[in-house]
């Protein structure tokens, strides 16, 4: 599978941006997926995961109640709602694939298989 992330940009605190992350190859109904991400001189970081087949979420607790995780089968595709967004949440942001269904929850990145190509969030102050 092949997952194209997009939607970053540059936003005030307290601002919102949607990441969408478009896969193609496979449906995404064969994954669990994560959204996870780098800020510079700090290492790759979980932000949230879904469950695609029965759409159970988990959350990083530095996000939890400002981001939300969701998924479009139709167009195959997962996003990552981000609200009251802070400039500690600057960083690359990155999708991933795991094709490990039974796990409900899995922070670590080296467990996902497949990644997109990260989108860049900055938050000024």
């Known amino acids: 599978v092949q997952l194209q992330a997009s939607g970053g940009g540059l936003v005030q605190a307290g601002g919102s941006l949607r990441l969408s992350c478009a896969a193609s190859g496979r449906a995404l109904s064969s994954y669990a997926m994560g959204w996870f991400r780098q800020a510079p001189g700090k290492e790759r970081e979980f932000v949230a995961r879904i469950s695609w087949s029965i759409g159970r979420t988990y959350y990083a607790d530095s996000v939890k109640g400002r981001f939300t995780i969701s998924r479009d089968n139709a167009k195959n595709t997962v996003y990552l709602q981000m609200n009251s967004l802070k400039p500690e949440d600057t960083a690359v942001y990155y999708c991933?694939?795991?094709?490990?269904?039974?796990?409900?929850?899995?922070?670590?990145?080296?467990?996902?298989?497949?990644w997109g190509q990260g989108t860049l969030v900055t938050v000024s102050s």
């Open positions: 991933a694939a795991d094709r490990d269904l039974q796990t409900l929850v899995e922070v670590r990145s080296d467990e996902y298989d497949y």
